[in-house]
């Protein structure tokens, strides 16, 4: 808050009632902190400009915004917050160096697929070595969320990483769990429930709507 000034909370609750999706260059860290002052933003689909977008895969080295500016061609001032707002719109507009697509469209495409957060419980520890060369990432079990290698993938790996795990890592009499997330709780802190167990040898639920909310 600046001294002497104070967010009118109608004014944004009537703003995002015309939002259809909420974007923020790192919205694992926005998406909480907005959700805390205002509870319409859990509400809402949200996508991250930093990691909806390959933007190595476009050769742009680092995902970090003024890098992203540089890369793209134009200068952001960087840590305060209109700049690196319209810095953001800014670098969405442009087109990647690798396809020529626009950056908005890349990250639309992404934060309209389904993914599935794996989690390895009960996982014996002598696992470690083996789930991070695979690309697990640890949760140390901080704030009340689980104390366990987790990893995210898409709708059309999750199958196969399933049986991996079971193959790899997972006893017979272990159960896998998986949280299915999309945009309208990614990036907030009900990503980090368990989700449920589930039989790898069982269909996965189809997701019919093929990730697509209609208003986008």
Avoid at 30 to 57: M, N, Q, Y
Avoid at 60 to 70: D, K
Avoid at 130 to 146: C, D, I, M
């Amino acid at each position: 808050m600046v001294a002497g000034h104070r967010i009118d909370d109608s004014a944004v609750n009537d703003l995002l009632s015309r939002v259809v999706l909420v974007i923020a260059h790192h919205a694992d860290f926005d998406r909480r902190f907005l959700e805390k002052r205002l509870p319409t933003f859990a509400t809402e689909h949200w996508a991250c400009s930093r990691f909806d977008i390959d933007w190595k895969a476009a050769g742009i080295r680092s995902s970090a915004l003024e890098f992203v500016a540089y890369s793209l061609g134009f200068f952001h001032d960087q840590h305060r917050a209109a700049s690196d707002c319209r810095a953001t719109v800014h670098a969405l507009a442009q087109r990647l160096p690798d396809t020529g697509r626009l950056a908005l469209q890349a990250l639309l495409e992404q934060a309209r697929l389904p993914t599935w957060r794996l989690w390895t419980r009960d996982a014996a520890i002598e696992k470690k070595d083996v789930l991070k060369a695979r690309g697990y990432s640890w949760s140390p079990g901080e704030f009340g969320r689980p104390k366990c290698w987790y990893r995210n993938v898409l709708d059309s790996d999750r199958a196969a990483e399933a049986a991996w795990l079971r193959a790899k890592v997972m006893g017979p009499d272990q159960a896998l769990w998986a949280l299915r997330i999309t945009a309208k709780d990614r990036y907030s802190d009900r990503c980090w429930a368990w989700g449920d167990p589930v039989d790898i040898a069982l269909e996965w639920a189809a997701d019919r709507s093929e990730g697509r909310w209609s208003a986008i």
